[in-house]
């Protein structure tokens, strides 16, 4: 295949439209230009041209890549998820996420114990982390050292129980309302019911002193 012509874009800056004998066209940039010799009345082989095209897919994957990334962290699944969704072919946007690991711009260790910091933070217990771990696509070999750093969520649930409750007395309609309310939140009933018993040990106490 010959190149009929190397002419500069006028819709995207730094890049260059290739066109070819058989009517064929694509956006290289600078890069691409240089690195396979391009110029107008060059003979392409076969092997070039297939090598020119993954090069040209694998920039514009990689540019899409990181366009998305600038907008939150992802786990590896997601960004190949999302790259699938914008065209790119499995492949294409499986290197691409193999080279953002080696440019350490996604790190599923890093975003799985950030998942785990940020829904602690928010007051979630670790039912909840892990579904977000399981939705986020995280291997579930990362999962248990990514939650040995939840912090102890004893505090964290009396505090949200007593807010839940607002100093009512020990109504078992209540009490259940404001454990369920724990429950969806990913605490599991072994953390919820020592924080009932302490309010209703501390209620009584007060009741005691009237």
Known sequence: MEIVRLSISEKKKDAFILELDDGAAMTVTAAHVADFSLYRGRTLTDGEYDALVKAVKTSASKKRALN?????????????????RKGEDFETASETA????????????????MLVRHYAAKGYGAGRVKDELYKRGV??????????????????VYQRLTAKLRGKTGDRKALKSAADALY???FTWDEIRPAIDRYLSEIKDLSDED
């Not at 998305?68 to 699938?84: A, C, K, N, V």
């Not at 080279?99 to 114990?113: K, M, P, T």
């Open 139 to 156: 291997d579930r070999a990362l999962w248990d050292d990514a939650l040995a750093q939840m912090p102890d969520t004893g505090e964290a």
């Open 184 to 186: 969806r939140r990913g």
């Open 68 to 84: 998305i990334l600038g907008s939150r962290s992802m786990s590896r699944h997601e960004i190949t998820e999302r790259l699938e």
């Open 98 to 113: 193999d080279w953002l690991e080696r440019q350490g711009l996604i790190d599923d260790v890093d975003y799985a114990a």
